[in-house]
């Protein structure tokens, strides 16, 4: 007979579904009279006993039958009671359609079995059997069925249950000891019309990388931990958002500092520990994760975020009045596409704006199209429709000034949401997901498109179960997939809210969490300081450009809940910063003395930086110029530029006005007259000689010089006279005399330090004493000029 029952207008299976419920009632039917006799059992004694025995559907498949699937349901049931439950059943219960999402919404927030809401039991052979449920004890059970022996109707949203039935000793008679309710969407043949989904796959991750590089050429990088290793390794978040990603139809998008950071690992690196770093030791993790997500893109869609993903709210109420905010925006939206194109060899769509949560308001709109982009990722939890519509529109939306809003959908974005480790958690969630979508194309005959946003960074069991849900729409009747650039691009539905929400509207749970305005200000506060910097430098890209990536990262929306992170950041790039610039700097000097008119104070400059620094000015400064002058009035200057790992000295001209003490500063400047760096201060004692005192001293010289002259000839004459009176005993003997003679000559010559009894005097052939090199300490007390 169900071979034959086939009528006209009906295709085979709904006739065959038809005429079972048929039967079924009519011979129910003396059943049904005997039941109208029995007492009905109260909604009370129902909710007493429905939560004893905790029921986990760990598995349901398939997610979304159709014809002659067999229906495979899983699981465990606990007692979660004081008393054993005997003769207990496990059951398959099939409730009536839910014909809208919001009825979907209410009946996963039920808890209590209601007998006249939770459906029939399929029964038959279709159950699993427990003699007793002991106290705190888990039993497992899976109950196969074929999805045609379910008497589901027309296409819709059913509500599907699995419930515990049995006695205690307190309660002997059978009655639902616990249940647990999901959804089976049933669609067995292609819909008429079928949405257009977009899925959105975010590949992003929290900031991992400093502002600190290496001396070397190379400039390895410093990452603040090795986290990332732990998500590109396998099992980890990233690796199963790729590995899981790969399979599915999506719409990538992608951190581009998150492509940059493993692109480092690569190669060289180093992470920081306890104050100092350690080698980084996972390249061929960071490699195998690229060359697969490499193959992954190659013929996808690709939406690169701007570098580092900022915080656009953060940015749009608390940065535009800081200096400078905006354009580190744009910085960071200029440097998306070719870090993805350099990565992964695609060229990536950077039209697209993505605030947190896709929560928006005009202040928000207004930052996220300043950078370029004219196509703003929102959601309807946010943009609400306020039109009237019986269904949900499609997500293209135009709000002016040449600016898309694309909507996505609330209820299909925030379904994978929470804990989803347990496999119970995530089967309910996978099932509500595709009830919904299921419910949104029945809507109306309009074909729309839609949009899915889930969370920025999914964990590896979120991660499953959006690849689980995904999957099953894929492969399902009434969704065909679509990308994102094409959903922005869909004809607009007339009737659909464009009006952006106040900015009293925003939740206020998102604006805790933002970036205060005090970030803002650090940031634009390194930025001057770099600006300052960079200037003196030989090769700026080597400080400009980690440092620009740096201040990236401390606007990025990863930092929302962490506060205490995000200042540590920052304070650590404005520390590092800090310790840069004070690489160059003078040499400090003690108190000096000068004695004369004129003499030449050096002051030097050091630069322990690897690359020279240039356009320096050295700038020296007489506090008293009236008693000493630096070259030709109050200070002097002079032109600075040293090599890298180098000092130079420079040598100012000073002239001595007075005797006293003059006080003299050393500073650096810029070439637009920016003071670098700390000035140094030192005393410079000034003793001149008079005329008149020079005249006295060189008059006494002169004097002893002509009294050692007339005494060296006096001797002389005395010498020749004795020679010609003694004469010579023999020929070519010598004469005797006293041994060492010492005249008034010779005295004379012992007192002035020229006689014999005097040092003597140093020889060009006497070697050259060893001096030592150039010490950057400051100089010793009483230090004397040059002269």
């Known amino acids: 007979m169900a071979e034959a029952a086939d009528f006209q207008g009906m295709s085979p299976s709904p006739a065959r579904r038809w005429l079972r419920r048929t039967g079924a009632l009519l011979a129910g039917t003396p059943l049904l009279a005997g039941l109208l006799q029995l007492p009905a059992a109260t909604p009370a004694d129902a909710a007493s006993t429905s939560s004893t025995v905790a029921v986990a559907l760990d598995t349901l498949t398939p997610s979304a039958p159709t014809d002659g699937d067999t229906l495979t349901v899983s699981g465990t049931v606990t007692n ?26 209410t009946v996963a927030k039920r808890t209590d079995f209601e007998p006249g809401l939770d459906g029939t039991i399929v029964g038959g052979k279709y159950v699993k059997k427990f003699s007793t449920l002991a106290p705190g004890v888990s039993q497992s059970f899976s109950i196969s069925v074929p999805v045609d022996d379910l008497d589901l109707g027309d296409d819709g949203v059913y509500q599907f249950g699995v419930s515990v039935t049995g006695e205690t000793a307190a309660q ?20 008429d019309t079928k949405t257009k989904t977009t899925v959105l796959w975010p590949l992003i991750s929290t900031v991992h990388m400093t502002a600190e590089t290496g001396s070397n050429e190379q400039q390895t990088p410093v990452f603040s931990n090795d986290d990332l290793a732990e998500e590109i390794s396998a099992g980890g978040r990233l690796e199963q958002l790729l590995s899981l990603g790969k399979e599915l139809d999506v719409t990538w998008v992608i951190d581009p ?9 690569t190669r060289t690196y180093r992470v920081a520990s306890g104050g100092t770093t350690v080698a980084g030791s996972h390249q061929r993790v960071a490699m195998q994760w ?24 953060s940015l749009a109420h608390n940065g535009t009045s800081v200096t400078g905010s905006l354009s580190h925006l744009k910085e960071a939206t200029d440097v998306a596409a070719s870090t993805v194109e350099t990565v992964l060899h695609v060229t990536p769509t950077t039209d697209f704006a993505w605030p947190v949560e896709g929560a928006i308001d005009p202040s928000i709109v207004k930052v996220a199209t300043s950078a370029g982009a004219d196509k703003v990722i929102t959601r309807s939890d946010s943009l609400e429709e306020t039109g009237g519509l019986t269904y949900t529109p499609s997500t293209a939306r135009p709000i002016g000034g040449g600016t898309t809003a694309v909507v996505a959908d609330a209820r299909l974005s925030t379904a994978f949401q929470g804990d989803l480790t347990r496999a119970s958690a995530s089967t309910l969630a996978v099932q509500k997901f595709l009830a919904s ?32 849900a995904v999957t099953a729409l894929q492969g399902g009747n009434w969704s ?91 304070d650590g790039v404005r520390s590092y910063l800090d310790s840069l610039t004070e690489q160059v700097k003078l040499i400090d000097k003690s108190d000096t003395k000068l004695s004369g ?74 070439e637009d007259g920016q003071a670098y760096g700390d000035a140094v201060q030192f005393e410079v004692k000034v003793t001149e000689f ?65 006689g014999p009894g005097a040092d003597d005097p140093e020889q060009p052939s006497d070697p050259t004493p060893d001096t030592a090199s150039e010490s950057a300490d400051p100089s010793g007390t009483g230090e004397r000029v040059d002269r």
Do not use: C
């Open 290 to 313: 690229l060359a697969e997500l490499q193959d992954a893109v190659a013929d996808k869609e690709v939406v690169a975020l701007p570098f580092s993903d900022p915080d656009l709210a």
């Open 690 to 754: 008079t005329a008149t005192v020079m005249l006295v001293i060189g008059g006494g010289f002169l004097l002893l010089v002509l009294a050692g002259f007339r005494m060296y000839t006096q001797r002389k004459r005395a010498a020749a006279r004795a020679a010609e009176d003694d004469g010579p005993d023999e020929a070519g003997e010598a004469v005797d005399g006293p041994e060492n003679p010492e005249g008034p000559e010779d005295r004379l010559k012992e007192e002035s330090g020229t």
């Open 480 to 570: 065909q997939s679509q990308n994102l650039t094409a959903a922005a691009a869909a004809k607009p539905d007339p009737g659909a809210t464009r009006k952006v929400p106040s900015a009293s509207a925003y939740p206020s749970s998102l604006r805790k969490q933002e970036l205060p305005k005090s970030a803002f200000e650090e940031i634009a506060a390194v930025q001057d300081q770099l600006d300052k910097f960079k200037v003196i430098l030989t090769n700026q890209a080597r400080v400009v450009t980690p440092f620009g990536r740096a201040m990236n990262r401390e606007m990025s929306t990863s930092w929302r809940g962490r506060a205490t992170e995000a200042k540590s950041y920052r």
């Open 172 to 191: 002997q008679w059978p009655q639902v000891y616990g249940i647990q309710r999901t959804f089976l969407p049933w669609q067995p043949e292609g819909a």
């Open 597 to 670: 008119r004129s003499a030449t104070i050096p002051v030097t400059v050091q630069n322990n930086l690897v690359q020279g620094v240039d356009h320096l000015v050295l700038r020296l400064t007489s506090t008293s110029p009236t008693r000493l002058k630096i070259g030709d009035g109050a200070y002097d200057e002079q032109q600075v530029a040293v090599s890298g790992g180098h000092s130079q000295t420079v040598k100012f001209t000073t002239s001595a006005q007075a005797n006293g003490q003059a006080t003299v500063t050393a500073q650096l400047y810029t």
């Open 437 to 468: 979508s299921l419910a949104l194309n029945l809507q109306t005959d309009k074909q729309r498109s839609i949009v899915v946003a889930p969370q920025r960074m999914a964990t590896a069991s979120q991660a499953r179960a959006m690849a689980q």
């Open 257 to 265: 500092d998150l492509l940059a950071s493993v692109d480092a690992m």
């Open 80 to 105: 979660k009671g004081k008393q054993a439950v005997t003769d207990a059943q496990v059951d398959l219960r099939v409730g009536p359609e839910v014909s809208t999402r919001s009825e979907i919404e």
